[in-house]
């Protein structure tokens, strides 16, 4: 192979590589109707938790079934498993959206979770 085929291939998969990190940012479009929905619950008095995926932040996040690779999770050996049908994402971890006020214990929590966070990003440069 010649100099000129080797960079025309090497411009290809970064072209390649460009397209997988766009098509990953991609959000749900359910997420502002869940956002109408939490502000008009707590209009009414109505506080609630919902799982939401961390990727493409849709509501529709649900529980890995044991038969589907969590039988750990389901016997509690570990904690359960969940899937978003929307963008393929599967981890233990999910984040729940919420429209109750925040107590003064959670903005603390909050403020030590950023704070956390810069010292990790210093440490790795």
């Known amino acids: 192979m010649s100099e000129e085929e080797q960079k025309q291939k090497k411009k290809k998969k970064k072209k390649k ?72 994402w599967r981890e233990r971890l999910v984040v729940k959206a919420t429209n109750r006020p925040t107590s003064v214990k959670d903005v603390v929590i909050m403020a030590e979770a950023v704070e956390a966070d810069k010292e990790r990003q210093k440490r790795r440069r």
């Open 17 to 88: 590589q460009i397209i997988v990190l766009e098509t990953e940012k991609v959000e749900s479009k359910l997420l502002p109707e869940l956002v109408e929905a939490l502000d008009d619950l707590e209009r009414e008095k109505k506080y609630v938790d919902i799982q939401v995926c961390p990727c493409c932040k849709s509501p529709k996040v649900r529980r890995v079934d044991s038969m589907k690779g969590d039988m750990s999770g389901h016997m509690g050996l570990t904690p359960p498993k969940y899937e978003c049908p929307e963008c393929g």
